[in-house]
């Protein structure tokens, strides 16, 4: 296509003024990978915030309601899981009771921990997952399996897999956007495109008076323009002469025109000025305040209203995280730093009317044990068997909960959703058979859920 006729048709779907539709398609036809698709069947969401709590959220201490195993406090159970037996440093495995209580919250009942009372006035718009399980013990494996369906090779992140579905509503600003004060397990893998193009890779955003780095021109617009343009048809003319398909330098191409966009287009979209004292307060903000989990939130809720399809917010404030070994305690101060921003989010976006076509992920990478080597052991371990996660807005069943653990949180018995599953699920609200959301490389077509995965049609409105 030609240069001047892709900018024009790049404008008019920014200000969607003419015709969007046709303009839409006709960039899909350019080969521009950040091209406006539409997804292959209706669609109940068009955008996604990914809320990660990292290192292990307790599901027995927050949404997995047990009254048994605070009956059963104390009580040995090694005897009764045999499977145990193979877990290194449990010679004895006693329960361990929630430190917290569990009550009953709006018109659905459903109940959720003390430790969360925002969050659980707000399970009315929520699908709630009790019997989600997973595939690794270990963080780092967890994590990469939680973001990118393998849990052991480097693969596209989840975020990449919706950009390169669907491309990005707004060019001034990146498709796929992860907002995070430091890296979690796995590093920038949790965000790496792997072997989709390079286009389709999430930018980070370090929260913080400045969250995108050399983001202010060094030069007046103008010039900058010119300089572009001439940098651009120096590329093509490369492209061209090495066949006309280097993904990289593809990538690469597209990188500066996102880049010069977000010149103006980022400075705007991190400027709570505008933000009323009340929208500050919802979400635990101080005017002028630029960090913590509530900013976080606040800042995801702007990228998604100017077209930003996939912004994912990981948990790795100045708290810790959520790998309680020691103490089960810490989770007091890491939950009070999410439940308000969380539940702020959940309602703004409700009240402008967002709700209904954004979906809202809140997941861990695996729960934490309902035992312990000793009964009166102050933490948790690891716990890949069951934990919780849960869905909102976008196309969920709101005030619902689907399956169930066992009486004491230890494995997912009543409809158990795998990651795979939780993928495919999501896929499925934004439009996509998640079989056939696929890429070839190096000789096979590849997806999210790999061979795997199922609908979970239980928690779909």
């Known amino acids: 296509m030609n240069p001047h006729r892709r900018t024009f048709l790049q404008s008019a779907v920014t200000s969607t003024a003419l015709f969007p539709g046709i303009v839409r398609q006709l960039l899909a036809d350019s080969g521009d990978p950040l091209a406006p698709k539409a ?31 605070t009956r059963d406090h104390g009580r040995e159970i090694k005897a009764d899981h045999p499977e145990i037996k193979d ?10 009771r929630p430190q917290w209580e569990f009550q009953p919250h709006g018109q659905c009942g459903t109940e959720v921990s003390s430790l969360f009372p925002h969050v659980g006035g707000c399970v009315d718009d929520i699908a709630l997952i009790r019997s ?18 393998s849990f052991a090779f480097a693969r596209p992140s989840i975020g990449s897999w919706v950009s390169y579905g669907l491309g990005t509503l707004n060019r001034n600003l ?75 330098l593809e990538g690469r191409l597209r990188t500066f025109e996102t880049a010069f966009g977000m010149q103006m287009a980022v400075p705007e979209a991190f400027d709570f000025k505008q933000e009323t004292d009340s929208t500050l307060e919802s979400y635990a903000l101080k005017r002028g305040q630029t960090t913590g989990f509530g900013w976080q939130c606040l800042a995801a809720r702007r990228l998604v209203e100017r077209g930003v399809r996939f912004v994912e917010l990981i948990d790795t404030g100045s708290a810790g995280n959520w790998d309680a070994h020691g103490d089960m305690m810490t989770h007091v101060g890491l939950a009070k730093n999410v439940d308000q921003p969380i539940a702020a989010l959940l309602k ?30 102050k933490g948790r371990e690891h716990h890949n068997w069951a934990f919780s996660s849960w869905l909102a807005g976008g196309g969920a069943k709101g005030g619902i909960v689907h399956g169930a653990t066992d009486e004491h949180g230890l494995r997912a018995v009543e409809q158990p959703v795998h990651v795979h599953d939780f993928h495919a699920t999501i896929l499925h609200l934004m439009g996509f058979d998640h079989e056939r959301l696929t890429y070839r490389h190096a000789g096979r077509d590849y997806r999210l859920t790999d061979v795997e995965g199922h609908v979970v049609k239980g928690v779909l409105a």
């Open 348 to 377: 703004d976006l409700k009240q402008r009317g967002m709700l209904d076509d954004t979906l809202v992920v809140w997941t861990s990478e695996f729960g934490r044990t309902p035992f312990n080597n000793q009964a009166d052991a």
């Open 39 to 69: 997804s292959p069947f209706p669609a109940r969401a068009k955008n996604i915030i990914f809320l990660f709590m990292t290192g292990g959220v307790s599901h027995v201490d927050t949404f997995d309601f047990k009254p048994s195993l």
């Open 87 to 96: 877990r290194p440093g449990y010679e004895r495995i006693f329960l361990k």
């Open 174 to 248: 990146p498709g796929f956007v992860v907002i995070a004060p430091r890296q979690t397990y796995a590093g920038t893998q949790v965000y790496a495109n792997d072997f989709l193009p390079g286009a389709h890779q999430g930018t980070l955003v370090v929260p913080g008076d400045r969250p995108v780095a050399n983001v202010t021109p060094r030069v007046p617009l103008d010039r900058q323009s010119l300089e572009l343009a001439a940098l651009r048809g120096i590329n093509e003319s490369h492209l061209v002469s090495r066949g006309g398909n280097d993904p990289l």
């Open 132 to 149: 989600m399980h997973t595939s690794h013990s270990n963080h780092y494996n967890a994590t990469l399996g939680m973001h990118t369906g």
